[in-house]
């Protein structure tokens, strides 16, 4: 399918395009702000007791009518099997008046019952483990281009580095524009694309770093990168596919709670697998070719003035 396809060759336009995007998504960041989760900003815990055994998912539906379905659903007291008259709720910050109403949509939906409390608790994940968070990525940022520098060489380990952060920014742009939930299962997804879109950018720059020995002297920086594209796309689309069917099933019949942690992994895989083909490789590319050209530009000066 891709056989003949110059990779390469349409470099501006993946440039433009992703360009573009990044630019959304910075607006969308900066107008649109994050959606943090409770694990991030604290919430409310309402324990109700019912008169009759209900399940996770008759309580999901009560909190639907607030938009609340993603909030953490607990079990406790006479459990039998997948059912329990007793439900803890832990969802964002609710107001008194608040509470009650999203009690009254339960009950109205799940049947009679109690209200046994409700509370307000702190932030799981403090500033300070965010904080932590940030630095263990940059850590491992940094680490990943020392590892590619001294695998690869330098121009490599950046250019996979630009591609990872146009990843992780694609993810962001899309959660800050919808408004979506930033909870600390987001910072799990987060990091599985990172190290898919690394994990793609090493094997088509491995198959680069192998065909600079095997391909001839005269072969341009573009015809190497687009042979090396060729030999390895099948097998990244053939990832692609497998790890999009796993994380589409999950997003599709996981849940809500699952939906958020399936839909970056989805969009974090599809942007990695462009990044790497298109992106890094292009980059890489276009490095070469403006210092082959500052190379040969001396000469060309030289010869010019010979001639004349």
């Known amino acids: 399918m891709f056989k ?8 501006k336009i993946w440039f433009t395009f992703s360009g573009i995007m990044i630019i959304l998504s910075i607006i969308s960041i900066i107008l649109f702000r994050f959606n943090w989760g409770i694990d991030f900003t604290g919430g409310t815990i309402l324990e ?11 309580v999901r539906d009560g909190l639907r009518e607030d938009g609340l379905q993603t909030a953490t659903i607990q079990l406790s007291g006479n459990m039998s099997g997948e059912t329990s008259n007793d439900v803890i709720i832990r969802t964002r910050n609710l107001s008194s008046e608040e509470a009650q109403t999203v009690v009254g949509h ?12 409700i509370e307000t608790v702190g932030a799981v994940i403090g500033s300070e483990v965010t904080r932590s968070t940030l630095l263990n990525v940059l850590i491992s940022f940094g680490a990943m281009i020392l590892y590619m520098s001294i695998r690869f060489e330098h121009r490599i380990a950046i250019s996979a580095i630009v591609a990872i952060c146009h990843d992780i920014l694609m993810v962001l742009g899309v959660f800050a524009f919808f408004h979506l939930e930033v909870d600390a299962s987001f910072l799990a997804a987060i990091l599985t694309v990172l190290g898919y879109s690394m994990n793609e950018s090493v094997v088509i720059f491995d198959r680069i770093r192998e065909n600079l020995h095997t391909h001839r002297r005269t072969d341009s920086f573009a015809t190497l990168a687009n042979d090396s594209i060729h030999q390895t796309i099948r097998r990244s689309l053939y990832t692609l596919t ?9 997003y599709f019949f996981g849940g809500d709670t699952t939906k958020n942690f399936a839909l970056v992994m989805l969009i974090g895989f599809i942007s990695g697998a462009y990044s790497s083909i298109c ?10 070719e403006h210092l082959h050209s ?5 000469h060309a000066v030289k010869a010019k003035k010979a001639k004349a």
């Open 4 to 11: 003949n396809f110059d990779f390469i060759g349409h470099k």
């Open 106 to 117: 339960v009950k109205d939906k799940v049947g009679s019952g109690d209200v046994k409390r």
């Open 48 to 58: 109700l007791g019912f008169d009759k055994n209900v399940t996770v998912e008759e």
């Open 294 to 298: 500052q190379r040969n530009e001396p």
């Open 242 to 250: 497998t790890t999009l069917f796993c994380v589409a099933s999950l």
């Open 279 to 288: 992106v890094a490789s292009s980059i890489w590319v276009t490095w070469h």
